[in-house]
């Protein structure tokens, strides 16, 4: 289960469009060659990414397909053919490209063997990648043409937010673990998800009616009429819950002896910040930036960046928001920041890393920060801290931008409070260190277990092992809590857990002082709150700390629940 709902429909198999090549004269061959070059790094770059999730996920057998693609990309036969139309006949690289893999494609289908065939469709694939890559990374996707159950064999965040919210009605997919980005983005859109399905999924065909229980994962492939029946009421009652959630959201979320937490929304676009509104959120705890950078050809401008952030501002009608420094790298690739492949991306060049070694696209987005204006409460918080050394570099970058600013006269903000994520187990037990020099944390749990359990999020092959609510991690909560407070700064949590209303006594026994989550679980953990009293859950979260496995924590905490 990723996403909590339950719901029924038919089923729409996600496929990428085929791209459209257009042959073009070309007088600059040698930029054209580059532009090859480039692309074909760029592939090689997301076919390793596929292959090892592939291997992880599912095995080496499913993977071997990625590694033929692999060898294709790295053979100079075809590649210098591909090269010759590009310098001989003067052919742009997108239409070389096709032209070449057409011809051998075209030979191997018409073989009699049927491994032969197969390679012919392998040779298509990769002429898609390629030519998607050289028209430039936006994925044109074919919508459903009524409501549907997404099937895909894994979801980018870019292509999640490129399909009609209208004509989605849940998500299921091959890959992918409960904190993926699927799993994110589909609790966003209140939409079930369940994920880690394995690849028979894809041989459901179209239209074939699901039902797809998000809060068990269990997914009915053309469920008889008394199951339908029993969804479809399950799914009405669920809608009657939130309409009654959804009419106490301009209520203050307080405990029943009156003690406040601030329940904060995470989101991505203005439309989020207008559903965050809705849902009754009283600010931002976590803009994630990475949306703005997914899916297009190059990085947003400063003005670029400025107006989407302004407009969320805006949107938020001046509440609190705290923006999140790009954090890029992991399971959120960029195609234009074409980095080398790496073995174990989750833990290399993520967040403040690669922001550090290319400081240009920092220094932007932080200009852009700035110069939201006067009069906006806004926060920045740095992704992926492990070192002290990191954040004394980038407080001292954002002094620097700070500057400039003024000295240029530009509008800015009143004040930039600054704060770090806590997802990095480092920075978690050093937090008395950090404490002095930021003004907030904001604890990323997702990244936080990932980190501390030793659990790829995006494998769900160990995705049993991922739980926040594991002792290990809840005691790099408390310590990160006890920093803070000795030293008077405030804990937030923006993490899924923030939103698992089976974490929220604990969490603010702890001490933490605000919760940011997908709008629509706001009114849940609302709830939840009122019927909490703030002395139980210090005393309870004390003796949660001191158990020794998650299962003791849950069944500690469902105990207390039901006094
Ligand atoms: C987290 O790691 O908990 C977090 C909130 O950040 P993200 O899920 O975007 O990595
Ligand atoms: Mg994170």
């Given at each position: 289960p990723a996403a909590p709902g339950t719901t029924v429909g038919p089923a729409f198999r996600l496929q990428d469009t085929t791209y459209l090549v257009e042959e073009t004269e070309v007088s600059d061959t040698v930029g054209e060659l580059s532009k090859l070059e480039q692309a074909r790094r760029q592939a090689v770059f997301e076919l390793q990414g596929l292959y090892a999730k592939t291997n992880a996920d599912i095995g080496a057998d499913e993977a071997a397909i990625f590694d033929a693609h692999l060898a294709f990309l790295e053979d100079p036969g075809l590649f210098s053919e591909i090269e010759s139309w590009i310098s001989d006949v003067r052919r742009n690289a997108a239409y070389a490209v096709s032209t070449v893999l057409d011809a051998h494609s075209a030979f191997l289908a018409a073989d009699d063997n049927p491994v032969l065939q197969a390679r012919a469709v392998d040779l298509q694939d990769i002429k898609q990648r390629l030519v998607r890559i050289l028209n430039g990374t936006?994925?044109?996707?074919?919508?459903?043409?009524?409501?549907?159950?997404?099937?895909?064999?894994?979801?980018?965040?870019?292509?999640?937010?490129?399909?009609?919210?209208?004509?989605?009605?849940?998500?299921?997919?091959?890959?992918?673990?409960?904190?993926?980005?699927?799993?994110?983005?589909?609790?966003?859109?209140?939409?079930?998800?369940?994920?880690?399905?394995?690849?028979?999924?894809?041989?459901?065909?179209?239209?074939?009616?699901?039902?797809?229980?998000?809060?068990?994962?269990?997914?009915?492939?053309?469920?008889?009429?008394?199951?339908?029946?029993?969804?479809?009421?399950?799914?009405?009652?669920?809608?009657?819950?939130?309409?009654?959630?959804?009419?106490?959201?301009?209520?203050?979320?307080?405990?029943?002896?009156?003690?406040?937490?601030?329940?904060?929304?995470?989101i991505s676009t203005q439309a989020d910040a207008l559903e965050a509104m809705r849902y009754g959120a009283e600010g931002v705890g976590l803009l994630r930036t990475e949306l703005f950078f997914m899916g297009r050809e190059n990085a947003p401008n400063e003005d670029q960046q400025l107006a989407a952030y302004r407009a969320i501002a805006d949107a938020m009608e001046r509440r609190p928001i705290t923006i999140r420094t790009l954090d890029i790298g992991g399971d959120k690739p960029v195609s234009y920041l074409v980095q080398p492949s790496e073995s174990n991306p989750a833990l290399g060049m993520r967040g403040v890393r690669l922001a550090i070694a290319q400081p240009d696209l920092l220094r932007a987005q932080l200009r852009a920060i700035w110069r939201i204006g006067p009069g906006y409460p806004v926060s920045v918080m740095f992704p992926m801290i492990t070192t002290l050394d990191e954040l004394l570099w980038l407080r001292n970058l954002s002094a620097d931008v700070y500057t400039e600013l003024v000295t240029a006269r530009e509008p800015i903000l009143d004040m930039l409070r600054i704060g770090i994520m806590v997802e990095v187990p480092s920075a978690a037990i050093l937090a008395h260190h950090f404490a002095p020099l930021v003004d907030f944390f904001s604890i990323g749990t997702n990244d936080l277990t990932q980190y501390t359990l030793a659990v790829d999020r995006t494998n769900a092959a160990v995705s049993y092992l991922s739980d926040a609510l594991h002792p290990a991690v809840i005691n790099l909560i408390a310590q990160t809590t006890a920093a803070a407070h000795a030293h008077g700064k405030s804990v937030g949590v923006c993490g899924e857990l923030a939103g698992d209303p089976n974490a929220t006594s604990l969490l603010l026994g702890l001490g933490v002082s605000s919760l940011s989550m997908t709008p629509a679980s706001i009114p849940t953990i609302k709830a939840t709150l009122a019927g909490l009293d703030s002395t139980t859950a210090i005393a309870q979260a004390q003796q949660a700390i001191q158990q020794p496995t998650s299962a003791a924590v849950r069944a500690l905490l469902a105990r207390e629940s039901l006094r």
């Amino acid at each position: 289960p990723a996403a909590p709902g339950t719901t029924v429909g038919p089923a729409f198999r996600l496929q990428d469009t085929t791209y459209l090549v257009e042959e073009t004269e070309v007088s600059d061959t040698v930029g054209e060659l580059s532009k090859l070059e480039q692309a074909r790094r760029q592939a090689v770059f997301e076919l390793q990414g596929l292959y090892a999730k592939t291997n992880a996920d599912i095995g080496a057998d499913e993977a071997a397909i990625f590694d033929a693609h692999l060898a294709f990309l790295e053979d100079p036969g075809l590649f210098s053919e591909i090269e010759s139309w590009i310098s001989d006949v003067r052919r742009n690289a997108a239409y070389a490209v096709s032209t070449v893999l057409d011809a051998h494609s075209a030979f191997l289908a018409a073989d009699d063997n049927p491994v032969l065939q197969a390679r012919a469709v392998d040779l298509q694939d990769i002429k898609q990648r390629l030519v998607r890559i050289l028209n430039g990374t936006t994925n044109p996707i074919i919508q459903p043409s009524v409501p549907s159950v997404i099937l895909a064999h894994d979801l980018l965040p870019s292509q999640t937010m490129l399909l009609d919210r209208d004509m989605v009605v849940a998500f299921c997919t091959v890959l992918g673990g409960a904190t993926s980005h699927v799993a994110i983005l589909a609790h966003g859109m209140g939409l079930p998800a369940v994920v880690g399905l394995g690849q028979g999924l894809l041989q459901v065909s179209d239209g074939t009616v699901l039902a797809v229980d998000g809060n068990n994962g269990i997914v009915h492939i053309t469920p008889s009429a008394g199951q339908i029946a029993e969804f479809v009421v399950r799914q009405a009652l669920e809608q009657e819950h939130q309409t009654r959630n959804l009419g106490q959201a301009k209520l203050p979320a307080q405990t029943s002896d009156g003690v406040r937490v601030a329940l904060l929304a995470n989101i991505s676009t203005q439309a989020d910040a207008l559903e965050a509104m809705r849902y009754g959120a009283e600010g931002v705890g976590l803009l994630r930036t990475e949306l703005f950078f997914m899916g297009r050809e190059n990085a947003p401008n400063e003005d670029q960046q400025l107006a989407a952030y302004r407009a969320i501002a805006d949107a938020m009608e001046r509440r609190p928001i705290t923006i999140r420094t790009l954090d890029i790298g992991g399971d959120k690739p960029v195609s234009y920041l074409v980095q080398p492949s790496e073995s174990n991306p989750a833990l290399g060049m993520r967040g403040v890393r690669l922001a550090i070694a290319q400081p240009d696209l920092l220094r932007a987005q932080l200009r852009a920060i700035w110069r939201i204006g006067p009069g906006y409460p806004v926060s920045v918080m740095f992704p992926m801290i492990t070192t002290l050394d990191e954040l004394l570099w980038l407080r001292n970058l954002s002094a620097d931008v700070y500057t400039e600013l003024v000295t240029a006269r530009e509008p800015i903000l009143d004040m930039l409070r600054i704060g770090i994520m806590v997802e990095v187990p480092s920075a978690a037990i050093l937090a008395h260190h950090f404490a002095p020099l930021v003004d907030f944390f904001s604890i990323g749990t997702n990244d936080l277990t990932q980190y501390t359990l030793a659990v790829d999020r995006t494998n769900a092959a160990v995705s049993y092992l991922s739980d926040a609510l594991h002792p290990a991690v809840i005691n790099l909560i408390a310590q990160t809590t006890a920093a803070a407070h000795a030293h008077g700064k405030s804990v937030g949590v923006c993490g899924e857990l923030a939103g698992d209303p089976n974490a929220t006594s604990l969490l603010l026994g702890l001490g933490v002082s605000s919760l940011s989550m997908t709008p629509a679980s706001i009114p849940t953990i609302k709830a939840t709150l009122a019927g909490l009293d703030s002395t139980t859950a210090i005393a309870q979260a004390q003796q949660a700390i001191q158990q020794p496995t998650s299962a003791a924590v849950r069944a500690l905490l469902a105990r207390e629940s039901l006094r």
